[in-house]
């Protein structure tokens, strides 16, 4: 199962949607939640997200009990759906109460990365610009001379401005990420299907940065048709998501 969903990754990484989709369709029903975030992630990037919201529903229902940060990651997974879903009161209410989870977790002296990359996300969708702005100094702290999780942070603080709406903050840190190795980097195609990055699609800025990247990449595979990783095909990279996933929908199943 890890083996598909890697390969389903590396589809869904170069947009190559029709394939991801024969990749999750062979996985078998009772092994399908191994690959949740991936198939999530599907579903988000053929715009259906409704579905999306409820595939996650009933994988957070049925999953086992565990720690309250994995607890609160998770609810703010569910809360990000809603908010694409158009269930904007539910998805706020649900990222609101995992935060302060977070936060409490974060004050009592736990420093796991992933605490960090949550708060920034959740603060982003409720509009918390000081408290985005307090956790990506934080962060860029605590990794910023680590050279492979260095460029994942810059991925998930780009994530939270985008999803402000300040593409003037996003861009140049996306035009970084571009050219850097780390965990689930960003790809040109992502650029285009992550709807994380929604807000700032009509931004001159990125739509230039989008039209470069893309014609990168095209030119990278005419001259490497057969290398077939996600790295190979995108531009000009040497390289959060998860992901975004940016995001905690972008790097689920991390």
């Known amino acids: 199962m890890q083996f598909m969903g890697d390969k389903a990754e590396t589809y869904l990484a170069q947009g ?3 394939a991801a989709d024969q990749i999750l369709r062979k996985a078998e029903p009772q092994h399908i939640d191994e690959m949740a975030g991936e198939y999530v992630n599907f579903l988000l990037y053929r715009r259906q997200f409704d579905a999306a919201l409820a595939f996650a529903s009933r994988t957070i229902q049925a999953a086992p ?10 609810h703010i997974w569910l809360g990000s759906l809603q908010i694409l879903a158009g269930h904007s009161a539910e998805g706020q209410a649900l990222l609101e109460q995992a935060r ?4 409490t977790i974060q004050n009592g002296g736990d420093t796991n990365l992933r605490l960090f990359d949550s708060i920034l996300i959740s603060s982003a969708a409720l509009g918390d610009h000081t408290e985005v702005e307090r956790q990506a100094a934080a962060l860029r702290s605590a990794t910023g001379r680590d050279l492979w999780r260095a460029p994942e942070s810059e991925e998930v603080i780009a994530v939270s401005y985008a999803i402000l709406g300040d593409a003037d903050r996003a861009v140049p840190l996306l035009e970084r ?3 850097a190795f780390y965990r689930r980097s960003v790809t040109p195609a992502l650029l285009r299907l992550d709807p994380a990055w929604d807000k700032i699609r009509a931004d001159p800025h990125f739509q230039e940065l989008v039209k470069r990247t893309n014609e990168a990449s095209k030119a990278r595979c005419a001259v490497s048709p057969n290398e077939g990783s996600r790295r190979h095909c995108a ?6 998501r998860r992901q975004s996933d940016l995001s905690p929908v972008a790097n689920r199943g991390a």
Do not use: I, Y
């Open 16 to 18: 190559e949607l029709d």
């Open 65 to 74: 009990q565990r720690p309250d940060l994995s607890v609160a990651e998770d």
């Open 100 to 103: 302060k989870t977070l936060m």
């Open 177 to 179: 990420c571009l050219s």
């Open 235 to 240: 531009a000009p990279r040497g390289c959060p």
